[in-house]
């Protein structure tokens, strides 16, 4: 990917797919979803602020069930925290706010690697068939996010490209009607917009724009006077060299 998505464009994905991970695994009380692209860029969302704090405590120390499956590509699982002494800052941080059990489900769909982590109050542990639903909702979730991103890039850059032709068809307009006015050629017609652009501070399809809209009426003394600056200036560039 050239570019990107940003956290705006990402969050609304996100805090679907945690919510519809919980809902599909039994016992679950709560979900964070990390989403990391190519780069080193991150983006999480939780379905609980507690669980927030969570998912930062994990990207900040580089411990847990979470940071551990993103790693890995493989699950991890913490059935019950109160014995499971793995991650010392995590297990602290996640029973200090009455949680048990985690496990986190890793992702990878077109380079981008998605880590949900699922949370109990109880000694719990991921059913299998619910672990490979959530496997699949991220992956598509990371693919549907990537597909969204690159169609909103291409009707950007062809809407882009729409205005620029507009703007050249424009300003094709406005250099006949130029020509026609001062009797001249393209490239003097051309220089006489262009002056008549930075002396105005608008840009050259504006000036264009009004041209084509009055039909050169009342432009044509300040395009000759600027024609002959330009011509002088051409001259004297020539001179010096």
């Known amino acids: 990917m050239e570019t990107m998505p940003d956290a705006g464009a990402v969050a609304p994905w996100l805090m679907r797919l945690g919510d519809r991970a919980t809902r599909c695994s039994a016992g679950c009380r709560g979900a964070t979803v990390v989403l990391r692209l190519p780069g080193g860029v991150s983006h999480s969302a939780a379905t609980h602020p507690d669980l927030a ?27 019950d925290l109160v014995t499971d002494a793995r991650w010392p800052e995590f297990r602290v ?10 496990t986190a489900v890793p992702a990878t769909a077109e380079g981008v690697t998605t880590t949900v982590a699922l949370y109990a109050f109880r000694p719990w542990r991921l059913a299998a068939g619910a672990l490979e639903a959530v496997r699949v909702l991220a992956e598509e979730t990371a693919a549907g996010l990537l597909r969204d991103h690159a169609r909103a890039g291409a009707e950007a850059e062809a809407e882009q490209l729409r205005t620029a032709i507009a703007s050249r068809a424009v300003i094709d307009q406005a250099l006949g009607i130029v020509m026609h006015m001062l009797d001249c050629d393209a490239d003097r017609a051309f220089g006489a917009l262009r002056t008549l652009s930075q002396h105005t501070n608008r840009k050259l399809s504006v000036v264009a724009a009004r041209i084509v809209r009055v039909k050169g009426r009342g432009s044509t003394r300040e395009l000759r006077r600027l024609l002959g600056e330009g011509g002088r200036a051409s001259r004297a560039g020539g001179d010096s060299g």
Not at 53 to 79: F, K, N
Not at 93 to 102: I, S, V
């Open 93 to 102: 941080a996640a029973l200090e706010r009455g949680l048990r059990a985690c």
């Open 53 to 79: 704090a969570l998912a930062v405590t994990q990207e900040e120390v580089g411990e847990g069930p979470g940071a551990e499956a993103a790693r890995s590509g493989l699950p991890v699982y913490a059935a």
